[in-house]
Nanobody, 126 residues
Framework: QIQLVESGGGSVQAGESLRLSCAAS????????MGWFRQAPGKEREGVAT???????RYVDSVKGRFTISRDHAKNLFYLEMNNLKPEDTAMYYC????????????????????WGQGTQVTVSS
């Protein structure tokens, strides 16, 4: 029932920044554990960042220090601020929220029964 809609993707040059947004509607799962994932052609979908109900954030090593995940509880909005983008960041980015969870972390295997957005494309050129 929950719906997630991403926006903010685009084409940029290496070193530039983008901010992705995710609007959640329906149930309130997205106000608890929320994550951003990405998938490049021919590759598996991988976790990028998560934020738990207490506001604790977790990131995969490849984006630490460059990306920041945040949320706005009142508006059911989630963001991914991406700085110093690199060509290897090129992918379709998805916001996601699990129906149930034990841990809230960017580990793909943890996200089983999950709601996904339609994705927003991020392309970084050198």
């Amino acid at each position: 029932q929950i719906q997630l809609v991403e926006s903010g993707g685009g084409s940029v040059q290496a070193g530039e920044s983008l901010r992705l947004s995710c609007a959640a509607s329906g149930t309130t799962y997205g106000t608890y554990c929320m994550g951003w994932f990405r998938q490049a052609p021919g590759k598996e979908r991988e976790g990028v960042a998560t934020i738990d109900p207490d506001g604790v954030t977790r990131y995969v090593d490849s984006v630490k220090g460059r990306f920041t995940i945040s949320r706005d509880h009142a508006k059911n909005l989630f963001y991914l601020e991406m700085n110093n983008l690199k060509p290897e960041d090129t992918a379709m980015y998805y916001c996601a929220t699990p129906t149930t969870y034990v841990h809230c972390r960017p580990v793909r295997g943890d996200w089983f029964k999950t709601y996904w957005g339609q994705g927003t494309q991020v392309t970084v050129s050198s």
